[in-house]
């Protein structure tokens, strides 16, 4: 069975680059471009994996990331992030994130670090 991902990230380029990079392997659910799009699509889409971005407008990646894992702890949270955001990651961890790949990232780490947290 294919996993599902849902692509949170407020750059549409960026969520082109992630949906490219994880296409072939995963079904692409949905793209969110805020946190509340993102807990909202994640109810509809129930999706394997969440890639997540953390600074976004009207409800940051690690509000979003709580909201989820609120819900369940069975889909995988991946926070992907600028180096410069280590506090924000750290309260993202906090929050319940599973994984995270830094910005610019590598697609095929991008792609490895996401078959892994899934185990797909």
Known sequence: MT????VVDDSSLQRT???GALGD?????GEAENGQEAVELFEEKEPDLVTMDIMMPEMDGVEATGEIKNRTDDTKVMMCTSVEQAEKMKE???????EYVTKPFDEDELLDTATTLVGS
């Open 25 to 29: 392997r995963f079904e692409v659910v």
């Open 17 to 19: 680059i992630i949906t």
């Open 92 to 98: 993202a961890v906090r929050a319940g994130a599973d």
């Open 3 to 6: 996993q599902r991902v849902l």
